[in-house]
């Protein structure tokens, strides 16, 4: 038996013709930085996820800090983020010389507990970051109410969570702007590194656009410093190919959770994720809680199937994050399920009898 966690290239063998096409006239045209594809991608993701605009960039780590910069977040100021995450979300608060103050997680849907954020909310508080982990939303209407109460922004880090809903609505629209990563093993993957910025607010809009710019408006017009973050065209043109069938893969990831859920939910010893009432989870990784989980971890292996851990280690713990003195006691339920979190491959390429071999080898 040989499962890869991820498998980038049966997705592509299934619309190869459209995305040699699609790379063949992005070469033919010379269009490589801006140009119709990057336009045209720019406008399908913000029709596709609700937003009035939507600003393509190199990647899901600079967006987030592009946004906290489009939100006037420097020196002196807090931001709120999970404990459990990957480290993009904290890393670009501190990018912008800001601190992260980081909350522990909710013990049964690996989100931040919304319950807990107004404790950490002080004078210095900025932002909050709500981080969509793994496809599950987190509540965002609690979020939205503690950020409006205390004047916050919200921005939120859906890089694990095209297709998430919650309330019936698109996450990356509750927020006053929404991070997104195509990274290719991201629900919406481009062939290399990319991401880009949904948003409402005009403002917002502007200020990002510029500051992925040189902070140009309209050419050699540098009203700031800004930086070069741009989305390239054949990445763009990748990414117009695949939103068609984005839906349908997210529908193919949920049928293998479902599978998963039906063949584990009585093995001992396993914990499969629970999904948050009122919210859809896209299932962008399937992690379960198990016991032993490294041996397991190694009998797959032995198996030949691979699996992950998101993550191994908590933010707070994280060795450069040292110097903050995180507490262990401020964080029960991050610490106490990162032992023994797994994630099992999950694709809609995945077959029902690879399902069942994995299943059959946790029991
Ligand atoms: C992948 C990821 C990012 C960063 O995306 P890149 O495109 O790899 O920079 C940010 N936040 C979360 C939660 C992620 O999973």
Same mark, same amino acid.
């Given at each position: 038996m040989k499962i890869s966690f991820v498998d980038l290239h049966?997705?592509?063998?299934?619309?190869?013709?459209?995305?040699?096409?699609?790379?063949?006239?992005?070469?033919?045209?010379?269009?490589?930085?801006?140009?119709?594809?990057?336009?045209?991608?720019?406008?399908?993701?913000?029709?596709?996820?609700g937003v009035d605009y939507f600003i393509g960039c190199a990647n899901g780590t600079d967006s987030i800090e592009m946004l906290l910069k489009a939100m006037d977040v420097g020196p002196g100021d807090e931001v709120i983020v999970p404990a459990m995450s990957w480290i993009s979300t904290s890393e670009a608060v501190s990018t912008c010389g800001a601190k992260p103050?980081?909350?522990?997680?909710?013990?049964?849907?690996?989100?931040?507990?919304?319950?807990?954020?107004?404790?950490?909310?002080?004078?210095?508080?900025?932002?909050?970051?709500p981080v969509h982990l793994y496809g599950q939303p987190c509540n965002m209407t609690k979020i939205m109410e503690i950020a409006e109460r205390h004047n916050l922004w919200v921005l939120e880090d859906c890089a694990q969570a095209h297709g998430t809903r919650w309330d019936g609505k698109r996450v990356g629209t509750f927020g006053h702007a929404s991070s997104f990563s195509f990274f290719p093993g991201k629900?919406?993957?481009?062939?290399?590194?990319?991401?880009?910025?949904?948003?409402?607010?005009?403002?917002?809009?502007?200020?990002?656009?510029?500051?992925?710019?040189?902070?140009?408006?309209?050419?050699?017009?540098?009203?700031?410093?800004?930086?070069?973050?741009?989305?390239?065209g054949l990445q763009a043109a990748v990414l117009n190919v695949k939103l068609k069938y984005l839906d349908d893969w997210i529908t193919g990831r949920q049928a293998v959770a479902k599978e998963y859920g039906r063949l584990l939910e009585s093995c001992i010893g396993v914990k499969i994720p629970a999904e948050r009432q009122g919210g859809l989870h896209s299932y962008h990784l399937?992690?379960?809680?198990?016991?032993?989980?490294?041996?397991?971890?190694?009998?797959?292996?032995?198996?030949?199937?691979?699996?992950?851990?998101?993550?191994?280690?908590?933010?707070?713990? =994280? $060795?450069?994050?040292?110097?903050? *003195?995180?507490?262990?006691? @401020?964080?029960? !339920?991050?610490? &106490?399920?990162?032992?023994?979190? =797994? $994630?099992?491959?999950?694709?809609? *390429?995945?077959?029902?009898? @690879?399902?069942? !071999?994995?299943? &059959?080898l946790l029991y």
């Open positions: 049966a997705q592509y063998l299934s619309i190869k013709p459209e995305i040699d096409e699609a790379i063949a006239r992005v070469i033919s045209n010379s269009s490589y930085i801006g140009g119709v594809e990057v336009v045209n991608f720019e406008y399908n993701f913000s029709k596709w996820l103050i980081f909350v522990d997680i909710h013990p049964e849907y690996y989100t931040i507990d919304e319950e807990l954020i107004e404790r950490y909310i002080t004078t210095k508080t900025k932002v909050i970051i629900n919406l993957g481009a062939y290399g590194d990319a991401g880009g910025m949904g948003t409402n607010d005009l403002a917002i809009a502007e200020r990002v656009r510029m500051i992925a710019n040189h902070g140009q408006k309209g050419k050699h017009n540098h009203i700031i410093e800004g930086r070069n973050s741009r989305l390239d399937y992690v379960i809680q198990i016991e032993n989980r490294d041996v397991v971890k190694e009998r797959l292996i032995d198996s030949g199937v691979e699996s992950a851990i998101h993550y191994p280690t908590p933010l707070p713990f =994280l $060795s450069c994050y040292k110097e903050n *003195e995180n507490k262990e006691c @401020d964080f029960p !339920n991050v610490l &106490n399920y990162s032992k023994n979190i =797994l $994630s099992l491959p999950i694709y809609p *390429e995945l077959s029902k009898l @690879d399902i069942e !071999n994995i299943s &059959n």
